[in-house]
């Protein structure tokens, strides 16, 4: 068919063989790279499926695969690093920041977007996380979790 | 209950040239081009637009991703440039500030690290959050075709519904904006159905230049296309008071019943805002 | 049997048990599940909603000999058991409802499966009867709570109020939409899916495929993405379907549902309305309560009458009254069967009461908390139905608490002059577990088994979906075994691995199942008889520790005469709402909401309040944003995009605290937490627009296009 489309994966180079209009979630996802990310809605609404795309936080059903072509993109399955978990996931499990947990995942990417680039969410943790659904926790904990993290960034 | 788009019926394209782009288009006066893609995925996934063939504008960002000063004090935000490029811009901050707070609600912070002015324009949904901003800053859009290009001001540029007066050879290059000429209280509403990730129900965005000689006002969701209230903006200069006003724009606006709100509601809503705008422009 | 306090984990914070991998992206949901060989399904939908079938034509340019094509004559027995059998688990030729499935499909190409499914013309001879309005269609179950005189009572009133009150559909908007996937080896079946029930599945499918031996049929339930009662019962016919074209294709097939199609299909709170009549004196003493609940079914019964059941149960809601009747009455119409929706007709029923009790306290010149708390139940009290509580509800606690946090008095006296301001409150109660002798038919039973590595096993059919199931049963039988809380280990639940449970719903997880897995833990104490159990298991192989429901010594329930004790327990919250509504828009937002409950012995704080303020933000959704707008019976507004729930930026902070009055017989002292939550936030935010707006308001959700109508 077409050519495969190449881009950095949490920092390893992987060639996808989806159709190059296929939702990157979707390419991800079928071809077993990142079932991390997760489906939601596909229409950009629910957040589930948020990567990092060249560092912006995006919704990944709403990328065509080969707008991807060449870029880095990070999902959740790059937070954590040899077995150690990043401070995000850690704080989202001490201060019960998942529940279902399908949300997660997106909720996670929002969060680490937020933590590099505050300034994009000037209104602070509620803003930055107003493009991720969740209908479990009513939202309180996750606060917690990312301030949580956030303070701990902060060496607090 | 629509199902999903068969991707494997779709045709992309990806040029790498301005010059490829154009001729591309040219060639396919039906190929549907992206930008950010976060409307085109949205049909995708509802079944929409099977068959076709995409232009896929990516590989332009260098010419394309740009929001720079003009020399005239304007600005030019490239067809490339996302929401998120555009609010964060010091200049657009500076004297563009209505720009700044539309593309602030236009979906969420994901859908305006993707989504592009150009493409809330090229869209045509009456709903558009920036649109009615673009027409109060007297915008002008640049359409270009192998054989050169155009300008157009945004407030002539849509003929209906999704219509627009762009021939199936042009591609939108650039959205430019003059100077502006308005006074630092800028008005700007967007009645949505929650406080993010909203679809507006009416969207309004309006101001007036020094001493309210002149006034702009521009509504979303109240028409078939987003609409400048030339009308009412005269009568507002010419004096009148919001009784008045309201009297001439209700002539100008035609809003529906939809699954989002009422023609009712609208209506209504748009009476408030316009009373809201008023008081807002004379407290000054 | 006891454990006594100071416990080492009962009370504790315990950090969820699965957590590591819902954070780092390993958790296993069903669309995760890669099978190699995996055909995708799909599910052709009636788009009439009532009226026969007289033709199915397979378009052209379809290669039709290469998909796998299922009718209603392919299943041996074409149902979906619940409580009754009338729902087909495929259309034969009447269709009831719009979106009822007539066939499916399955191809290896997902995206030729999409054009075939357009490909398909359905020619219908519609039947112009349909009904979609309460009291239109026939009566499909109707039940009579009555206790005292009532018209007698009526005649000695001195203040008579009556009003009708209405609540809306409400869709679960799960994050994860339903699907399964499921392949056949020989006879017997394996479904792994997303679901609250594993064996609600099993009997379901079980009896579409005829089968004999209940080991026929594995259902395991794989991480869920979030359920609230939307996987209680629906899940079951998607089970069938899969096993349906799995069986035909001989091969394994997938069908996860996308978004759309969920929201238009699947099941939905019912739609009410409660015609309300209640008599008092003018110092507001309540006497009378006249009562009349009634609900859309839907076009099948499915859940519908124990969902009324729970509507009336709850419509007396927290306070005492002379004589009381409650009606229910379920009625069908030709809408997609509405089903279980956490709170389970519980909130429709406590809206009206606790809205009308809001607007009555106004009408009598009275504070809506001293009109409330004149009136609280108390131990002995007896409630319409004839119980008399056992158990102090200890309200005036619980309300005291919940003013304190919202600093009621100053808060309602600052905002009382100020226009579109308003605070309202609403207290209620929720019953824990099966309605009347509901747990005795269901006998659930649970297991715990011993391990050569020293651990325990537990195996509940009690699913997680995220209130914390996983957690929170390690906990209690790590307290009574004396291990560490990681020595106890969650079995995913699996019909063949694990026994029958009961369903993991009625708010009946940690109070009821908890309380038979702390008795099956006493069990294993018992045998083990110190016994270190690496050795125990040594020595006598796997032992189990086992329990099997057993009514509370006194509970007793008449289902002939609806008497008795329809629960053995109740927990108590109280709700205050604070919302300011835009002058231009009319659109209410909610400002602050505060929650104080009793949910008994509370077992896992963080994830007790975690639940808890997720339940508020549902509660908050139904009342505010969350409108389902049918077209003939069928939601239309079926994406995210329409279908409004709070973002981060619509729910309000949320506190919440709990006063523990433990039950003893519930796990640990525990009573219900699952369900309450939804019951307060529909009346308390309707109340506080009430007051913003100086008018009483009747309907939720409150749509601002309803409020303006200068």
Redesign the interface.
Known sequence: MTEPIRLKLNGKEVDLHS?????LLHAL?NE?L???????????????C?VL?NG????S????L??AEGAEVE???G??IDGE?HP??EA?????G????????GM?M?AL?FLRQP???PGG???????????????????QSVERAIGEAAGK | MNT?TN??T?K?L?PFTIAEALEMKAAHPDAFP?A???D???W???GKMPGRT?I?L?RLAGEWRHVTGTSDGGISIGALANY?DVR?NPLVIERWPLLVESARVT?????Q??GTLVGNVANGSPAADTVPVLMVYDAVLVLANTKGERRVPLSDFYTGYRQTIMDGSELITAIELPHAALQPNQYFRKVGTR???AISKVVCAGGSTPGGKQFRLAWGSVAPTTIRSFKTEETLANGADAEEAWEVLKTEISPISDIRSTAEYRLRVCRRILEEFIGHQSVS | MSIAPPYRYIGQ?I??R????????????V??N?IPDCLHGKTIRSTIAKGRIVDISFGEGIPWDEFIIATAKDLPRNVVVLIEQDQPALVEEFVQHKHEPILLLAHKDAGLLEDAARAITITYEEDKSAAFEIGEGSLQKEYLIEEGDIEKTFAECDVVFEEVYRTGAQE??????NGFVGWWDGDNIHLRGSHQCPYYVHKAVKTAFGLKDDRQVDILQE??????GGKEDFPSTVAIHTALLARKAGRPVRMIY??AEDMACSTKRHPSETRLRIGCTKDGKLKALDCDFRIDGGAYITLSPVVLSRGILHGSGPYKWEAARLVGKSYATNSPPYGAFRGFGAPQSLFAIESAMSALAEKLGMCPVEFRRKNFLKKGDVLPTGQALEGDPMLDAIVDKGLQMADYWNRAKKIAPIPNRGIGLSVFLHGTGFTGSGEVYLASRVALATRGDGKVEVRVSSTE????TETIFPQIAAEVLGLEVDDVLFVKPQTSKVPNSGPTVASRTCSVVGRLVERAAHDLKGKLNGTPIADYHATHGETLGEAKYQAPPGLYWDDEKYRGSAYGAYSWGINIAEVTIDPVTMHPTVENFWGVYDIGTVINP??A???V??????GIGWATCENVVLEEGAMINT???NYI?P???D?P??MVDFIENPYEYGGFGSKGVGEIPMDGPGPAVLNAVSMALRRPLNKIPIIAEELLDD
């Open positions: 159709h190059p209009m296929t939702p996802r077993e990142s079932p991390g990310t997760k489906y939601g809605c596909g229409e950009g609404e629910c957040g589930a948020t795309l912006d936080a995006v919704m059903c709403m990328v065509p080969c707008q999902t959740v399955e937070l954590c978990l995000l996931q989202f499990i001490c201060e019960g998942a529940q279902c947990g399908i949300c997660t995942p996670l929002s977007y300034e994009k969410a943790v509620r803003e930055a996380l107003e493009g991720n659904l969740c209908r479990c926790t009513g939202y309180t904990r996750i606060y | 999903r991707i494997n779709l992309c990806v992206i950010g893609g976060t085109v995925m949205v995708m996934n509802d995409y896929s990516h998120t964060m979906g969420a912070l994901q859908i690290n993707r406080e993010a990730q | 914070s950090l969820r699965e957590g590591r991998e819902k954070v780092t992206g390993a958790s296993r949901y669309d995760d890669v679960h908007v799960y994050i994860e939409p991480t869920t993405g979030g359920a609230f996308d978004r979906m995220g209130q914390g963080t994830l309040k975690g639940q303020e997720g339940g508020i933000a549902q994406h995210m995009t729930i973002t981060t930026m729910a902070p949320i």
